[in-house]
């Protein structure tokens, strides 16, 4: 059984940094899609990034472009997401996901497309 727990969320100022954590079990990742959503009160699940695979191409949402850094540890099967100079608007529950399949096309950014999810970690950036 698959299973993905995140940890690192809290609270932290605008232009703060967080790091949020993703481990991973019932089966090794390293060679399929990793990666994070987020959702803010009243909104829809909205694509953050993804890994195709360890060390394949990382996609960003525009909005965090620059800001924000996806890494894995295969040895952990653990993904991370470095968030730096964040902003009021980065409030959100941040969730985990992964893939069974590789990508092989630009559909990275639908919710559905993915298989596993984590069960999410707050993250609230104050003004």
């Known amino acids: 059984q698959v299973q993905l727990v995140e940890s690192g969320g809290g609270l932290v100022q605008a232009g703060g940094s967080l790091r949020l954590s993703c481990a991973a079990s019932?089966?090794?990742?390293?060679?399929?899609?990793m990666g994070w959503f987020r959702q803010a009160p009243g909104k829809e699940r909205e694509f953050v990034s993804v890994?195709?695979?360890?060390?394949?191409?990382?996609y960003y949402a525009d909005s965090v472009k620059g800001r924000f850094t996806l890494s894995r540890d295969n040895a952990k099967n653990t993904v991370y997401l470095q968030m730096n100079s964040l902003k009021p608007d980065d409030t959100a529950v941040y969730y985990c996901?992964?893939?069974?399949?590789?990508?092989?096309?630009?559909?990275?950014?639908?919710?559905?497309?993915?298989?596993?999810w984590g069960q999410g970690t707050q993250v609230t950036v104050s003004s």
């Open positions: 019932g089966r090794s990742f390293s060679a399929l899609p």
């Open positions: 996901t992964a893939r069974s399949t590789t990508f092989f096309s630009s559909t990275y950014y639908r919710p559905r497309e993915y298989d596993y």
């Open positions: 890994e195709n695979w360890s060390g394949g191409s990382t």
